[in-house]
């Protein structure tokens, strides 16, 4: 069966269907080359065994290196917030600069010349 039959059969978007075949994770499934086109076939059994191999949605769980590589960044991390409700030490209120006026400049107004 081809990706848009799966789709159809599970009831799940084609396009989910396409990330979870470039990422692998559809059991079994292959693509095959026809002329220029890249088909993926995917057998029976894994639109018979979905809920079994169907992926988690949303993103995975960060793995303790992530962790502290992001708590690493954190720290040297210049004016960094101490929390959401405080604002970051450095943080000052912007200036805002006054616009200047153009002088003498004016708007042409239209003559009307009256009509014969």
Request: glycine letters at 6%; charged letters at 30%; aromatic letters at 6%.
């Amino acid at each position: 069966m081809t990706a848009g039959e799966l789709a159809r059969k599970i009831k799940v978007p084609y396009t989910t269907i396409a990330t979870w075949l470039r990422k692998g994770q559809v059991p079994g499934a292959v693509p095959q080359t026809i002329g220029d086109f890249r088909v993926w076939m995917v057998p029976e059994e894994a639109a018979d065994s979905f809920p079994a191999w169907r992926p988690k949605p949303g993103r995975p769980p960060l793995t303790d290196e992530e962790k502290a590589a992001r708590a690493a960044a954190m720290k040297t991390k210049k004016g960094a917030q101490a929390s959401l409700f405080e604002p970051p030490a450095s943080a000052a209120k912007p200036v805002r600069k006054a616009r200047a006026k153009k002088a003498g400049v004016k708007k042409a107004s239209k003559k009307i010349s009256p009509k014969k």
